[in-house]
């Protein structure tokens, strides 16, 4: 009956992880140079959107040290759209309260942030799109964050 428990709790627990996928559309994420991160080095993300009609949320997700020296972060996104047209985002995302306590999910050395910058939204043409994503900050080089990454979900709303 145990071994029976056991499984039963192991097929509820796959069920609900792949549950939370389905609804992604893109999801990846690129590292940057802990030491510091140039404003010159762009993180590509390419992503080939097949229609116009479906409808997404936009999340930025943030990795960052706990020794990262600031309470935000601020990107610049440039969408190159497959006409050849551009348009650029600056994004701030805060990461820590105004006590300097980290608002995401903690894991040792490292804080995980996901952040929505755009909501319902649909792609105005089908084809390949490039999101490039710089830093923002006001340093030359920026240090303590690790990781920057692209999700795309699939909205709820019709």
């Known amino acids: 009956m145990r071994r029976l428990s056991t499984y039963l709790t192991a097929l509820v627990l796959l069920a609900g992880l792949s549950s939370c996928n389905r609804n992604v559309f893109y999801a990846e994420d690129r590292s940057v140079d802990e030491h510091g991160w140039l404003p010159t080095e762009d993180l590509v ?27 935000n972060t601020f990107l610049f996104v ?20 105004p006590s300097g306590r980290w608002m995401g999910k903690r894991t040792g050395r490292y804080v995980d942030t996901r952040y929505f910058f755009r909501r319902n939204a649909r792609f105005p043409m089908e084809g390949r799109y490039r999101f490039a ?9 920026v240090a303590g964050l690790k990781n920057i990454g692209l999700r795309i979900e699939y909205s709820n709303m019709k």
């Open 45 to 71: 993300f390419d992503v080939e959107v097949p229609d116009t009609v479906t409808v997404y949320n936009f999340l930025m997700e943030v990795r960052n040290s706990v020794s990262y020296p600031y309470s």
């Open 133 to 141: 994503v710089t830093n923002g900050m006001r340093d030359s080089a």
């Open 78 to 97: 440039t969408t190159t759209f497959p006409d050849g047209s551009l348009s650029r985002d600056t994004l701030e995302f805060p990461l820590a309260d």
